[in-house]
């Protein structure tokens, strides 16, 4: 194997753990969400509203997951097959190999599209959920 495919194995690796870490994290907020909703008695009680607001947002969380995990597969079968170009001989085997990889970095970018604009809209759905509860406590204490 080359220096230059091993570099791109490397990257590879690397990026697959950086991704891991962001779905990790998208996870936890998701699942906190779910968990803060289902364990606890709400006063007052939550509103059609906030909790059809509270459930888009979290799957709009659960899509930024599922993005996550696909720009980490795509991401590590683009540099993998990369790295197979660079490795490989054979011009056929290399026309096929070089297709692959194309495909695999469009994936990625679809992916990665998916994963911010999702995590976005979530933010922003949790954003007027909390508005909007914060709205009701005020009224429910006047």
């Known amino acids: 194997m080359t220096n230059l495919s091993q570099n791109f194995h490397d990257r590879a690796r690397q990026s697959g753990v950086e991704l891991r870490k962001l779905v990790i994290s998208l996870s936890t907020g998701a699942l906190a969400i779910c ?47 990369l790295a197979q170009n660079f490795s490989s001989n054979q011009s056929s085997c290399s026309d096929t190999i070089a297709k692959a990889k194309q495909r695999w970095t469009i994936v990625r970018r679809l992916s990665d599209v ?29």
């Not at 979530?122 to 909390?130: E, H, K, R």
Request: charge should be positive; glycine fraction near 6%.
């Open 35 to 81: 968990f803060l909703v289902l364990t606890r008695e709400i006063k007052p009680v939550l509103t059609i509203l906030q909790q059809k607001l509270l459930l888009v947002a979290v799957c709009f969380f659960g899509l930024s997951v599922f993005g996550g995990i696909v720009s980490w597969w795509s991401d590590g079968a683009r540099f993998f097959y």
């Open 114 to 142: 998916l994963v911010a604009v999702s995590f976005t809209v979530g933010i922003l759905l949790s954003i007027v959920f909390i508005l909007n509860r914060v709205k009701a406590l005020t009224n429910h204490l006047s």
